[in-house]
């Protein structure tokens, strides 16, 4: 089956991979399961619970790894910058760094 023509905005890293097994329904839940992360770790930093906010989003950052490993770059859209390798490493060091952050941190409370 040839390859459809690649448009302008098609991530250039990822033209010679293979497309996702994962259903694209089930690809788009998984993003909004990502972005709902995103929201809630704002709305934890807006009602300044500090710690929590840094391990939803460390949380969210290590979900987007996988889901950069695991999702076609048309539904990621702007979430796939780079290769599927740098992006997910990236990510999952950032995440894994903002859990560390949060779990390292003294609470200011008693």
């Not at 770790?41 to 929590?52: A, L, Q």
Request: with cysteine; charged share 15%.
């Amino acid at each position: 089956m040839p390859t459809p023509p690649a448009s302008p905005l098609d991530n250039p890293h990822d033209v010679n991979l293979l497309p996702s097994r994962i259903p694209r329904p089930l690809q788009i839940a998984a993003v909004v399961v990502f972005v709902l992360g995103v929201l809630a770790s704002g709305i934890f930093s807006f009602t300044e619970h500090w710690r929590r906010a840094t391990f939803t989003l460390g949380v969210a950052l290590l979900w987007l790894s996988v889901l950069r490993l695991t999702c076609d770059s048309k539904i990621l859209g702007v979430l796939a910058v780079r290769s599927r390798t740098f992006d997910a490493l990236y990510t999952a060091l950032g995440g894994s760094l903002m859990i560390f952050l949060s779990s390292s941190v003294d609470s200011l409370g008693s």
